[in-house]
Nanobody, 118 residues
């Protein structure tokens, strides 16, 4: 089993910054993909950014140039630095850990609320 604990959400004014953290513990498989997704009420959960264990990143078009994903493999922690925040970034942000090498190895955190006021 894997546990993911997110932190760093909160309320910020438009144009401000927040940094999310997600610490993984338990049975961590070293070759994995960690990422952040977000969801607003009544809508599907959407990709924000992902990062492989080797450091390759992928971003949603809506956050490119504003958000930066990074990870510390020694701490099994992934970060999301969010700058130039917009009201449309308001959502619950979820951390995810998965590996295509292990069937069913797909875990989610409990979510952290990010609210951007205009």
């Amino acid at each position: 089993q894997v546990q993911l604990v997110e932190s760093g959400g909160g309320l910020v004014q438009a144009g401000g910054s927040l940094r999310l953290s997600c610490a993984a513990s338990g049975s961590i498989f070293s070759i994995n993909l960690m990422g952040w997704y977000r969801q607003t009420p009544g809508k599907q959960r959407d990709l924000v950014a992902t990062i492989t264990s080797g450091g390759s990143t992928n971003y949603a078009d809506s956050v490119k140039g504003r958000f930066t994903i990074s990870r510390d493999n020694a701490k099994n922690t992934v970060y999301l630095q969010m700058n130039s925040l917009k009201p449309e970034d308001t959502a619950v942000y979820y951390c995810n850990l998965r590996s295509r090498w292990l069937e069913g190895y797909d875990y989610w955190g409990q979510g952290t609320q990010v609210t951007v006021s205009s």
